[in-house]
């Protein structure tokens, strides 16, 4: 068991077989003379007073493996755990990012979509009613759709990402993940252990050694990142609680400056329509207006995904790094056990 030479002696002892001491603090050796002759203890005593200073160097070293083994077991013990542990949080942190690259391609998507049926949507109104009393409403109207439709898509997408982040804090993987991230955001490291024992001393510290090296490692990923917390201002006064007519608001009021200007630019010119190339540039200038327009909901979405996401995506390299340095020290301290 504990690998000695087979020259090494072995001692079983009784030294106190029958509790003779109990209780007390003031004893003296002879109380146990009687059973001296068959307790071992006077064999032990007679093989030290024989160790010779030669011998104690040798003796020494075994010692000091022996309890260098026996440290090195329960640390093992401790970075097994401490790898089974922090597996499951870069699990969490690897979910994150995959989420996160999913939803911004599905908000790209949107915002796509949304932009291919604005194009050519007002110059096309305008082709079709010309300048009549209609052209307005119409465009008016069609605007309208055009914002309700895309804007609902938008709004279920928020409403996937809110009902994935239900789900995903309710598993119990999320509970050491979010553990972590506070952890890693209190003031100050956690406070040395304290002294209880040789072997534990050293136990003790395996657990703060991880979370300060893991701090620092996620410290110096966040100083290069800046995006967890990033506020859109243009659609500050709007908020994500307004209706579509409201937040279609400003999409009419280019509307009517497009057909005052369209109409405009038709009596000066003294013709019954305006040319196609100041049509189609003043249908341009409207939508990009209403492309100005659009663009900070898209953002509020995207700001969302980014805030959900920020402390996995902010800890995903470092912890599967962190996992890898643990994999590698358990795979060590394997070879030391095992001889190799």
Same mark, same amino acid.
């Given at each position: 068991?504990?690998?000695?030479?087979?020259?090494?002696?072995?001692?079983?002892?009784?030294?106190?077989?029958?509790?003779?001491?109990?209780? #007390?603090?003031?004893?003296?050796?002879?109380?146990?003379?009687?059973?001296?002759?068959?307790?071992?203890?006077?064999?032990?005593? #007679?093989?030290?007073?024989?160790?010779?200073?030669?011998? !104690?160097?040798?003796?020494?070293?075994?010692?000091?493996?022996?309890?260098?083994?026996?440290?090195?077991?329960?640390?093992?013990?401790?970075? %097994?755990?401490?790898?089974?542990?922090?597996?499951?949080?870069?699990?969490?942190?690897?979910?994150?990012?995959?989420?996160?690259?999913?939803?911004?391609?599905?908000?790209?998507?949107?915002?796509?979509?949304?932009?291919?049926?604005?194009?050519?949507?007002?110059?096309?109104?305008?082709?079709?009613?010309?300048?009549?009393?209609?052209?307005?409403?119409? !465009?008016?109207?069609?605007?309208?759709?055009?914002?309700?439709?895309?804007?609902?898509?938008?709004?279920? !997408?928020?409403?996937?990402?809110?009902?994935?982040?239900?789900?995903? %804090?309710?598993?119990?993987?999320?509970?050491?993940?979010?553990?972590?991230?506070?952890?890693?955001?209190?003031?100050?490291?956690?406070?040395?252990?304290?002294?209880?024992?040789?072997?534990?001393?050293? !136990?003790?510290?395996?657990?703060?050694?991880?979370?300060?090296?893991?701090?620092?490692?996620? #410290?110096?990923?966040?100083?290069?990142?800046?995006?967890?917390?990033?506020?859109?201002?243009?659609?500050?006064?709007?908020?994500?609680?307004?209706?579509?007519?409201?937040?279609?608001?400003?999409?009419?009021?280019?509307?009517?400056?497009?057909?005052?200007?369209? %109409?405009?630019?038709?009596?000066?010119?003294?013709?019954?329509?305006?040319?196609?190339?100041?049509?189609?540039?003043?249908?341009?200038?409207?939508?990009?207006?209403?492309?100005?327009?659009?663009?900070?909901?898209?953002?509020?979405?995207?700001?969302?995904?980014?805030?959900?996401?920020?402390?996995?995506?902010?800890?995903?390299?470092?912890?599967?790094?962190?996992?890898?340095?643990?994999?590698?020290?358990?795979?060590?301290?394997? %070879?030391?056990?095992?001889?190799?």
């Amino acid at each position: 068991m504990f690998a000695l030479d087979d020259r090494a002696p072995v001692f079983v002892v009784s030294q106190d077989p029958f509790q003779t001491a109990g209780p #007390d603090t003031d004893l003296y050796p002879e109380i146990w003379n009687a059973f001296r002759d068959w307790d071992g203890m006077r064999d032990l005593a #007679d093989a030290v007073a024989a160790v010779s200073p030669a011998e !104690l160097s040798a003796w020494r070293h075994a010692a000091g493996q022996r309890y260098w083994t026996a440290v090195l077991a329960e640390t093992m013990t401790e970075l %097994r755990t401490q790898l089974q542990e922090y597996t499951a949080r870069a699990g969490v942190a690897a979910n994150g990012v995959a989420r996160r690259e999913d939803w911004e391609k599905e908000l790209d998507h949107l915002d796509g979509a949304a932009q291919a049926a604005l194009d050519s949507l007002v110059e096309e109104v305008v082709r079709r009613y010309g300048d009549t009393a209609e052209l307005q409403v119409e !465009l008016q109207r069609t605007l309208d759709e055009w914002f309700a439709r895309h804007e609902a898509r938008l709004q279920r !997408l928020r409403q996937s990402i809110r009902k994935t982040r239900e789900r995903e %804090r309710a598993r119990p993987s999320w509970a050491g993940f979010a553990s972590l991230v506070a952890t890693l955001e209190s003031a100050q490291d956690a406070p040395a252990a304290t002294e209880t024992g040789a072997v534990a001393g050293h !136990l003790d510290k395996v657990g703060t050694m991880l979370i300060g090296t893991l701090k620092v490692a996620s #410290d110096a990923a966040k100083s290069t990142s800046g995006k967890k917390a990033r506020v859109l201002k243009a659609n500050e006064g709007w908020g994500r609680h307004l209706g579509t007519a409201e937040a279609a608001l400003p999409m009419v009021v280019y509307a009517a400056q497009f057909i005052d200007d369209y %109409r405009a630019g038709s009596a000066r010119q003294k013709q019954e329509r305006a040319t196609a190339e100041s049509l189609r540039q003043a249908a341009d200038e409207c939508t990009r207006r209403i492309r100005d327009t659009w663009q900070p909901f898209v953002d509020e979405v995207r700001d969302e995904i980014i805030a959900e996401t920020a402390d996995q995506v902010d800890l995903d390299a470092t912890l599967r790094e962190f996992v890898e340095q643990l994999r590698e020290a358990v795979a060590a301290g394997d %070879r030391l056990l095992s001889g190799h």
